[in-house]
């Protein structure tokens, strides 16, 4: 009846004369792994603005926001929502451009905080015959780089690579497609239609 009672009172000696095995947080913060899974980081020279990382959260934490008239797009991750699955840097198409950090720790009093958000902006490459959203400048150059020698056959490409050499003035938008759109920075349902408006 008594041996419970020792042993109880040896391990309460024991835990009492020994180390702790928690960290003094936050005064000595944990420092995690390398191959720790923690919060996603943009890099944004090496992210090109395809928004991949957007359709393929679970937690749609990632939020795209088109700004026409300045012709940006932003890239925003709220570190709240982020469940840390690593989805966003598996599927990044540069494998570059969103990497997870070994960072963990999101302790702030205000959800509206700038170290909640991590953001990244892109110039965005505008329709210059409807005024609608193709992609960002910096995703035609990547998609241009994996053709090769084929992106010469596309308007688009052209003037993305006349862009990198010289100042390319868009044109005003019209109110229908004309013959001279062809070498036009423009998405593909207007060229589609100034095809069809050619050949017929």
Avoid: W
Wanted: aromatic share 8%; net charge negative.
């Amino acid at each position: 009846m008594f041996l419970p009672k020792i042993r109880e009172i040896t391990e309460a000696l024991r835990s009492l004369f020994t180390p702790a095995f928690t960290t003094k947080y936050p005064l000595k913060p944990y420092i995690a792994h390398d191959e720790y899974r923690g919060f996603p980081k943009y890099y944004e020279e090496e992210c090109v603005g395809c928004g991949t990382c957007v359709q393929v959260c679970p937690t749609s934490a990632i939020e795209i926001i088109d700004d026409k008239q300045k012709g940006v797009r932003k890239l925003v991750l709220d570190y709240t929502s982020c469940s840390q699955c690593g989805q966003c840097e598996e599927k990044c198409i540069t494998d570059k451009g969103i990497k997870l950090s070994s960072e963990y720790v999101l302790s702030v009093t205000d959800l509206k905080a700038p170290e909640v958000y991590e953001t990244v902006e892109k110039d965005l490459a505008v329709c210059e015959a409807c005024g609608d959203v193709i992609a960002c400048r910096d995703h035609l150059l990547f998609v241009k780089e994996r053709l090769g020698a084929k992106a010469y056959a596309h308007p688009n490409f052209l003037i993305e690579t006349q862009r990198q050499f010289a100042e390319v003035k868009p044109s005003s938008i019209k109110d229908k497609i004309r013959r001279e759109d062809l070498i036009k920075e423009v998405c593909p349902v207007c060229r589609h239609k100034t095809v069809v408006n050619d050949e017929f």
